[in-house]
């Protein structure tokens, strides 16, 4: 037979009772197991109080109160160290602090604070910094239309640090899908990069671009002087207020045409289905039979060139890597870095427009993406069943004016793990902007060289103070364990990590 449950009692024990001398057995009493001394007694040694066990609960509600308090302290030095996740200036708890930019895991660098928002939580959610580049660059798609979107042509630079390998990323060459209108590639082309290197499922990374495009986002400021400079035409209602007058900052736009594009895209199982949610409607929007050619992304071994400095890597050709590589040899063969004016600019008609995010991580593993629509707005012909904006093959400019990553990785011996990426937009001279970056931070690395054992936390790669002309420069970096973000101008583009 089972034994039937019944509550536990506990004997309390105490150091004399008169019971004991009189023969009588002891009582047991029900009663929680606290300690005779804990209850108070008077003067003849008898407990006071008429209810039994009452100083025991309320001993018992003390520890729970205290129990409580300890937690919630714990609490707040938790959310306290969460603080460096969101980007704050106050020091972590492992009692050292990080200028602005400074982050112990990974971190992006990009155009748009959403943009580098929805990468950092792509970050924190797991993903690496193929996932977070690849969701960011879907997110300037959306928010940036003026400068890429899915109908541009990307460039890509990725340094693996677990393998040491250094891959590159061309979206193929330039092709028509009508007369002056280029065959979009982003998807295919983001698509292949992530399913080589990336670690999230692809649907995780068009949630945050797809919600944007269907619940709206905030004009900022290069999209609205870009909507000024160029006109409303052929871009409403989109981009247009009812008036028909360009949308202003921080006004509201949607694209839920857009929206419907990502959402089939997240849901294809292959690169070839997701381009064929974008290709269907617009050959149906151009009158078109179809496509008469396929875009034709690929991944090959980035170009390296090994020198005192350690190994430069690049895009190949037909980017403008290889005049890089040719023009930094020979600088670096003249007598070492030194930080030299200026090159005199380039003459071209007009700067071109490129899109630009870098991401990072602290092992040493960077992502350069740059991508364009060939000029602002690129075709300047909406797809009203799509919301995308085709490249303008009519003015066609040459890749070599906007598509230039540099990565500088350690030594050629291995001694140093140090990783430093560079990638410039919107000036004729990327190639020659990218060099002088180098040599400043090259310059600068030297003469820091004596105190870096006693800042190696703070002071990080050396940050070039200007960029040759008008344009943007980011700058990312692996030192010291740490990941490490900046912009020329610096503030020019939001970053976050954590």
């Known amino acids: 037979m089972e034994a039937t449950a019944e509550p536990v009692l506990y004997r309390k024990l105490l150091l004399w009772e008169e ?29 006071v109080g008429a209810r039994p066990g009452a100083w025991a609960q309320l001993v018992a509600a003390l520890l729970l109160l205290a129990v409580g308090f300890s937690l919630a302290v714990w609490q707040l030095h938790t959310r306290a160290g969460a603080t460096e996740i969101s980007g704050s200036g106050a020091p972590p708890r492992s009692g050292h602090s990080h200028r602005p930019g400074v982050y112990h895991h990974g971190a992006i660098i990009s155009p748009a604070a959403p943009c580098s928002d929805l990468g950092r939580e792509l970050l924190v959610a797991g993903g690496n910094v193929v996932d977070a580049g690849v969701g960011a660059a879907l997110c300037l798609a959306v928010v940036h239309p003026h400068a890429t979107g899915l109908g541009a042509m990307f460039w890509g630079l990725f340094h693996n640090s677990s393998s040491g390998n250094s891959t590159a990323l061309t979206s193929g060459p330039a092709q028509t899908l009508a007369p002056g209108l280029g065959l979009p590639s982003a998807l295919p082309t983001l698509r292949l990069l992530h399913t080589r290197f990336g670690r999230l ?15 709206g986002f905030l ?26 007058t360009p949308l202003g900052p921080g006004a509201r736009a949607t694209n839920p045409k857009l929206a419907a594009v990502l959402r089939r895209a997240a849901l294809a199982p292959t690169s070839d289905f997701a381009e064929d949610a974008l290709l269907s409607p617009l050959v ?31 895009t190949p050709s037909p980017s403008a890597g290889p005049e890089l ?17 200026c090159p005199p600019p380039l003459h071209a008609n007009e700067t071109p427009v490129s899109s630009v995010l870098a991401t990072v991580d602290s092992s040493g593993s960077v992502l350069l993406l740059i991508s364009s629509l060939n000029s602002s707005f690129g075709s300047g012909r909406l797809s009203p069943s799509t919301g995308v904006l085709l490249s303008n093959l009519v003015d066609k400019s040459a890749i070599s004016t906007w598509a230039c990553p540099l990565i500088l990785r350690g030594s050629p011996d291995g001694t140093e793990d140090d990783v430093l990426g560079l990638v410039a937009s919107g000036t004729p001279a990327v190639a020659r902007v990218t060099i002088h970056a180098l040599l400043r931070h090259l ?22 103070s200007s960029v040759c002309g008008q344009g943007t420069l980011l700058q990312v970096a692996a030192h010291a364990e740490h990941a490490h973000v900046s912009s020329v101008p610096s503030g020019c583009c939001p970053f976050q990590g954590f």
């Open 219 to 244: 004009v900022d400021t290069p999209l609205a002087s870009a909507l000024a400079a160029q006109g409303t035409e052929g871009l409403c209602p989109l981009l247009c207020h009812t008036d028909g």
């Open 325 to 341: 590589l040719a023009l930094l040899e020979a600088a670096l063969q003249s007598g070492g870095p030194s930080p030299d004016p």
């Open 284 to 314: 149906r929007d151009l009158g078109l039979e179809g496509p008469s050619a396929e875009p034709m992304p690929t991944l090959e071994p980035a170009l390296q060139l090994p020198s005192a400095q350690g190994i430069l890597i690049t």
């Open 19 to 47: 019971s004991w001398e009189s023969g009588e057995e002891e009582e047991e009493i029900a009663e929680p197991l606290f300690p005779g001394p804990w209850k108070p007694q008077d003067s003849s040694g008898k407990k």
């Open 443 to 464: 310059a600068g690395s030297q003469t820091q060289a004596q105190h870096q054992h006693q800042h190696q936390h703070q002071q990080g790669p050396t940050e070039a």
């Open 201 to 215: 499922p692809w649907p995780r990374l068009l949630v945050g671009p797809t919600t944007l495009a269907q619940e």
